[in-house]
């Protein structure tokens, strides 16, 4: 899995040895992620013209105590909202503007520091789309 971060977001992360995301992840209640055939699109979309972006590479097994919900229920319901208490869960759900079976993952609660095992910078292309040069993507 793949957070797409501005490389400022990683002070926060290196001080509370956590990742709790970033201003949309708090207005939508969890963390956004994007699978390795997401991340263009997604850089298209919502980061046009973003200087100083990265991919940070996310190692789900390192995500301890997690669970895994496939399909979730419909965004937006009551039941998308993880309480405080919750377990960490990473949910697979749609997303507005995108194709119906096309699921992201999101977590609910923050990524550990030592879930996320490598940071890449994504230079712009001419076009300001940020660019995923060889070696950004681990092996499958």
């Known amino acids: 899995m793949y957070r797409l971060a501005f490389a400022g977001e990683w002070a926060s992360v290196a001080e509370l040895g956590e990742y709790t995301g ?4 708090a207005k939508d209640g969890f963390i956004h992620l994007s699978t ?15 200087d100083k972006l990265q991919a940070w590479t996310i190692d789900t097994s390192l995500l301890s105590g ?4 496939h399909p979730a229920p419909p965004l937006g319901s009551a039941a998308t909202r993880a309480s405080a208490d919750a ?6 759900e749609p997303a507005p503007e995108r194709p119906e079976d ?12 030592s879930a996320i095992v490598k940071q ?7 076009d300001g789309v940020p660019t995923f040069p060889e070696g950004t993507f681990q092996e499958e």
């Open 22 to 25: 970033a201003e949309i992840d």
């Open 36 to 50: 390795k055939a997401q991340c263009q699109l997604t850089a298209q979309m919502y980061f046009k013209d973003a």
């Open 66 to 69: 997690v669970s895994t919900v």
């Open 87 to 92: 377990p960490l869960e990473l949910r697979w």
């Open 102 to 113: 096309d699921f992201f993952p999101h977590v609910y609660g923050s990524v550990p520091k």
């Open 120 to 126: 890449s910078n994504l230079p712009l292309g001419a």
